[in-house]
């Protein structure tokens, strides 16, 4: 059984930076990609943030494209989100997803907060 777990969140003021991490256990898979979403308070869809693919191609919301990077290491089986610049509209529950396939699954963490104000 797949296994997600973040880390990194917590309080930060504007202009600040934060890293989240991601540890993944479980199954292997032929094809996957990994993904950040956040979710804002008072809205019930979470927001695609980050995507990285087994091949290493990466793409990024607009709202976070330039302040946000998102990496992988495959030896110890992370995904990580640094998070630079932070805004006040970037506050939200961050969540950690892995699609795949052969087998097929959708894979969610428990999201970690986020919250940036003065």
């Known amino acids: 059984q797949v296994q997600l777990v973040e880390s990194g969140g917590g309080l930060v003021q504007p202009g600040g930076s934060l890293r989240l991490s991601c540890a993944a256990s479980?199954?292997?898979?032929?094809?996957?990609?990994m993904n950040w979403y956040r979710q804002e308070p008072g809205k019930q869809r979470r927001e695609l943030v980050a995507i990285i693919t087994k091949g290493g191609d990466i793409n990024y919301a607009s709202s976070v494209k330039g302040r946000f990077t998102i990496s992988r290491d495959n030896a110890k089986n992370t995904m990580s989100l640094e998070m630079n610049s932070l805004k006040p509209e970037d506050t939200a529950v961050y969540y950690c997803?892995?699609?795949?396939?052969?087998?097929?699954?959708?894979?969610w963490g428990q999201g970690t907060q986020v919250t940036v104000s003065s």
């Open positions: 997803n892995l699609k795949t396939w052969g087998p097929a699954g959708d894979y």
């Open positions: 479980g199954s292997s898979f032929s094809t996957y990609v």
